[in-house]
């Protein structure tokens, strides 16, 4: 497996409150995403990053924020947590075009579980 | 963004049956076209992919095949077992750019 890991796996928050996730990897991929999955909604893009510094919204990017100081961590941030926005949260890391190692697939942490009540 | 549809949303089949899924995209740009498995409760994983230039291609029980012209392309699973069972998603990508979208997803549900 992909040396990618998110933090928290769980968390039970309340409405107004903020909330950060993390996506950490140890693979030196160029590209991090987050993902939401919803029932019937399959995984939507919420934010992507193809660099550290340089990040771009997906299609259901209101609400959230991200940023990437450094190749390694994607955080991902709902300023203001509303119950629209419980949900799974995966992130994702892929290599570009040009690597060694590239081959187009991503690759998904474990995903984490967010219930804003 | 790319516009992504999925069919059928649900499928039933009996184990040792073929089944089907097809991906239909709106960008004339994709040039990768990647499936992915989710089991229940684990995350996606890539089973087959293809490339712009590949008609079709085949792994073991899976295969997919690309039809550029009509902007679609289809995942088939021959002899299904119940380990099948899961949902798929397809993802069309322009991989100049990274930025995956994925379809809604079909539910398989090989029966023993």
């Known amino acids: 497996d992909a040396g990618i890991t998110q933090s928290p796996r769980h968390k039970v928050t309340e409405t107004g409150t903020p909330v950060t996730l993390r996506c950490h990897q140890t693979?030196?991929?160029?590209?991090m995403y987050w993902y939401r999955q919803d029932p019937g909604h399959g995984l939507r893009l919420i934010h992507y990053?193809?660099?550290?510094?340089?990040?771009d919204k997906g299609e259901v990017s209101d609400g959230y924020s991200v940023s990437r100081s450094k190749t390694e961590d994607f955080l991902l941030t709902l300023e203001s947590a509303t119950s629209s926005q419980t949900s799974v949260y995966f992130c994702a890391i892929s290599e570009s075009r040009g690597q060694g190692s590239w081959t187009g697939e991503l690759f998904f942490g474990e995903g984490s579980r967010l219930t804003v009540l | 963004g790319e516009n992504v549809e999925q069919h059928p949303s649900t499928l039933s089949v009996q184990e040792g049956d073929s089944a089907v899924i097809k991906c239909t995209y709106s960008?004339?740009?994709?040039?990768?076209f990647p499936w992915y498995k989710q089991e229940l409760g684990k995350r996606p994983q890539l089973i087959i992919d293809?490339?712009?230039?590949?008609g079709e291609k085949k792994d073991q029980r899976i295969a997919v095949t690309l039809n550029k012209t009509a902007k679609h392309f289809s995942l088939h699973i021959t002899e299904t077992q119940p380990e099948d069972s899961a949902v798929y998603f397809c993802?069309?990508?322009?991989?100049?750019?990274?930025?995956?979208?994925f379809g809604s997803g079909t539910k398989l549900n090989v029966k023993p």
């Open positions: 693979e030196n991929h160029r590209y």
């Open positions: 993802a069309p990508t322009d991989l100049n750019f990274n930025k995956f979208y």
């Open positions: 990053s193809y660099g550290v510094k340089d990040t």
């Open positions: 293809i490339r712009s230039n590949v």
């Open positions: 960008d004339s740009a994709s040039n990768y």
